[in-house]
């Protein structure tokens, strides 16, 4: 596992499933979807997490094995990103839910559900997949359960679009003031500066 070199990705969301929406680029650098294949899949699920070095190889082999079963499950995904990303954008933007969007959401938690327990952690507790690193769509687990602790806990007042121009990237905002407008200020927000200051230049050349 220690050879695999997967992508960065920019984990800037704030939540695991704000993260998972972002991996598309939306424009950002062009279009992009960075989960083309499960094994994709598994290595943003290293990269963000939710899976160990040990975990992901083990899930790499299973999709090897099982390439039909492992299409699935990345089909499985990108419907259910498509669903995350439609319910928090309308709720970032006040409006109403895409119908079938919590219907996705709510089948994809009724796999964890019921594999899943609270156990003891070093401060409180935690939940366990008891499946962990198993089975082909233990990915989508936390993921789900993600989004429905999102939704049902909040903060929603908090979720945000990036105001970079073809951006779509979803965030928390945790600012003080809630005045975050980007989703990276390093990408959309340095790009939207130099943008500005074009604008101006070419302005005052006139």
């Known amino acids: 596992m220690a050879a695999w070199n997967?992508?960065?990705?920019?984990?800037?969301?704030?939540?695991?499933?704000?993260?998972?929406?972002?991996?598309?680029?939306?424009?950002?650098?062009?279009p992009e979807d960075r989960l083309e294949s499960y094994g994709d899949l598994v290595r943003w699920g290293w990269r963000a997490?939710?899976?160990?070095?040990?975990?992901?190889a083990r899930l790499a082999r299973?999709?090897?094995s099982s390439p039909a079963d492992a299409s699935m499950v990345r089909k499985r995904a990108?419907?259910?990103?498509?669903?995350?990303?439609?319910?928090f954008s309308s709720v970032a933007e006040g409006r109403g839910l895409r119908p079938g969007a919590?219907?996705?959401?709510?089948?994809?938690?009724?796999?964890?559900?019921?594999?899943?327990?609270?156990?003891?952690?070093?401060?409180?507790?935690?939940?366990?997949?008891?499946?962990?690193g198993g089975a082909l769509d233990c990915v989508l687990w936390p993921i789900a359960r993600s989004g429905a602790d999102l939704l049902t806990e909040g903060p929603l007042n908090a979720i945000r679009v990036c105001e970079g121009r073809g951006c779509g990237w979803l965030f928390l905002d945790a600012s003080r003031n809630r005045t975050r407008r980007w989703c990276d200020m390093r990408i959309c927000g340095n790009r939207a500066k130099a943008r500005r200051h074009h604008e101006r230049t070419k302005a005052g050349a006139a």
């Open 49 to 56: 997490g939710i899976l160990t070095p040990e975990e992901a």
């Open 78 to 87: 990108v419907r259910l990103r498509d669903a995350l990303t439609s319910i």
């Open 62 to 64: 299973l999709g090897a």
């Open 6 to 30: 997967p992508p960065r990705h920019d984990l800037v969301g704030g939540r695991l499933c704000l993260d998972f929406c972002n991996t598309t680029d939306n424009g950002r650098r062009g």
């Open 102 to 132: 919590l219907d996705v959401l709510n089948h994809e938690l009724s796999g964890p559900m019921s594999r899943s327990r609270v156990v003891p952690a070093d401060r409180g507790f935690t939940w366990l997949w008891t499946e962990g």
